[in-house]
Every structure is written in structure tokens, then in C-alpha cells.
């Protein structure tokens, strides 16, 4: 617990003390129990374990299936929405916000969702699917549709949104001038 309440007072500036982010933060909240509930997963008490995790998901917003495994230091930032699937594998120091999936375009048994390795940021309302690798100390930007293997310490961000409404403004009066 001591390790993740770091990791958060490092990555986040809105952290003010430890206090704080053991009372206030639901991502750690979510990563707390699902290390209790991963474990009791794995030592067979399945429904009970199910039961717990849905609790969990209903009182933080992040819904981390009880198979997955995840490293230390791991920070969920304004973790609403976030979902990680069963085959996941979430290595150390790990960041990500709000609404990351970690999914699959499977529904076939064996591994059918992401590896991500140590050191990696992933932005809010990024979807990671499929048996893919995301490679350390990548870097994943908010929006973002990754469904192919990211080599170590690559960018993947988008092209920046253009003001549609503004440019359709500007050509309709270009047009009505030369009437």
C-alpha cells in the first residue's frame, strides 16, 4: 500500500499528502482489492471472489477482471470507466486515466488481451485490444485505437482534431461572396 501511495504522490500534482490518497483515490482503491481478490481468485473461491469485484467495480468505476495481473507501483488516475480483461498482463510503474480499456476482439479461449510491459502511460478513453504488446516505456496518447504490437518507447498519438464547425463556416461564406 506504502509503495502505491508513492507512486501516486509522484505521478499525480493534484496528491497532496498520503492521507489523502489512502481516503480519496478509487483507482488505488480498485487495485487494493483486486490484489485480495486476484489472489482468492487463484486459490479457487471463484463465486465469492465475483461477488467482491462486482462490488468493487460499482463503488470505484474500474472494472478489473479477477484473472488479470498487474505489477507494482501501478496508478489509476480518475479510473471511471476503466475496464481490463481477463488475459491481461499490466506490468510496473504503469499509468493510466480514465476510460482505458484493455480488451479483446476475441471470444475464443487462451490469451486474447494486452501484455503491457513496465514503464508505460496510457491516456484517457485509450482502447488496447486484442494479444497485443505494448513495449516499455511507451507511450499511448488519450483516444487512442491500438490493436497491433507497440515497440519499446514509442509515441502512438493522434493527429489533433480540426474545428469542423468553424471550416464549414468559413466555406459557406466564401461560397454566398461569390453569389
Known sequence: ???????????????????EV????????????????????NHGLKLVVRILAHIVRRRTG????????????????HGMGIV??????????VRMYSGVVIGTTSHLPGKRHPTI???VLIGANALLLGAIRIG???????????????????????????LYRQL?????LTADAGN
Not at 66 to 77: A, C, E, H, S
Not at 84 to 93: H, L, N, R, Y
Open 136 to 162: 516499455r516505456g511507451a507511450k499511448i496518447s488519450a483516444g487512442a485505437v491500438v490493436r497491433r504490437d507497440v515497440s519499446p518507447g514509442v509515441v502512438i498519438r493522434l493527429v489533433q482534431a480540426k
Open 62 to 77: 474500474v472494472e478489473i477482471h479477477l484473472g488479470v495481473t498487474i505489477g507494482r507501483r501501478v496508478v489509476i488516475d
Open 168 to 172: 464549414q463556416r468559413r466555406v459557406c
Open 84 to 93: 481490463i480483461g481477463e488475459t491481461a498482463v499490466i506490468g510496473s510503474d
Open 1 to 19: 500500500m506504502r509503495e502505491g501511495i508513492r507512486a501516486v504522490l509522484a505521478w499525480d500534482p493534484a496528491a497532496r499528502s498520503p492521507p
Open 22 to 41: 489512502l481516503l480519496c483515490y478509487p483507482g488505488m482503491h480498485a487495485l487494493w482489492a483486486h490484489r485480495v481478490n486476484h489472489f482468492l481468485w
Open 117 to 119: 510491459e513496465d514503464d
